[in-house]
């Protein structure tokens, strides 16, 4: 076994015993991993109160060499998830990224830039500044598709390569994986029409930062959602848990 030292983001706690818990991490250096954390319960322990759902910390743990779980043996909080008390979308935000995260990524396969992202997306949500909910997550979903292989192909046509115009209506292959030209739309099934406005949209927050977000009108708001739920309920074969409950994604 070797000692490791990670940033981490908590994204799952199943107790263990009356002590101890089993705890699923997205770490920025060695990506998603799972450990036994004994002792995790105790008042005085090496954890610091850090291991609560969707906190940032600091942490130490050996690395098994052989499967099974790791051993974590310290975490130093950094950031506590505590979004404004007076709302519930912004917790209910919080636990998709901590679903996708879950889902769409392997144990022991890094991505710095994703775990970045997300630090940023949680940091804003348990902001009392942050008011726009729906381009926040928008954003994390596109960019977690684009770092992890699965983003939908948006500029050019999936079938010829033709680069695709956004002005007026453009078909948007659901089976295909990505935009379609007027050529090669004949025949594919799961076709949408959406507004060249809403494939502007998925470009610009699929390769933009996380500031200076705006909120999304309708139509466009409602064509992207369809869009991003579709893919991603593609991509787990079932719609995400707590895709019920992120109804205020289309209407922020």
Do not use: W
């Amino acid at each position: 076994m070797s000692l490791e030292k990670a940033n981490a983001i908590v994204l799952r706690l199943i107790d263990f015993s009356e002590t101890s818990r089993v705890v699923t991490l997205f770490t920025r250096e060695f990506g998603k991993i799972g450990a036994l954390a004994k002792g995790a319960y105790r008042q005085k322990g090496p954890f610091d109160s850090a291991l609560d759902l969707l906190t940032r910390a600091r942490v130490v743990f050996l690395r098994k060499s052989s499967g099974g779980l790791d051993l974590l043996t310290e975490a130093k909080l950094e950031h506590r998830f505590r979004p404004p008390n007076h709302d519930l979308s912004p917790l209910f935000a919080g636990y998709y990224v901590a679903e996708l995260l879950l889902e769409l990524t392997d144990e022991y396969d890094p991505h710095p830039e994703l775990f970045d992202i997300a630090a940023q997306t949680l940091q804003a949500l348990s902001s009392e500044e942050n008011k726009h909910i729906s381009p926040l997550i928008l954003h994390f979903e596109l960019s977690a598709l684009r770092l992890l292989g699965h983003l939908p192909n948006l500029d050019q046509c999936v079938e010829c390569g033709k680069t695709i115009s956004t002005d007026g209506r453009v078909s948007f292959g659901q089976s295909s994986g990505g935009v379609l030209c007027q050529a090669c739309r004949p025949g594919k099934r799961h076709v949408a029409q959406i507004h060249g406005d809403s494939l502007r949209t998925l470009q610009r927050y699929a390769h933009g930062s996380c500031e200076n977000l705006q909120s999304i009108s309708d139509p466009i708001s409602g064509e992207v959602r369809g869009i991003i739920n579709h893919t991603i309920s593609h991509l787990l074969s079932r719609e995400p848990k707590m895709q019920k409950h992120l109804q205020f994604l289309v209407d922020a």
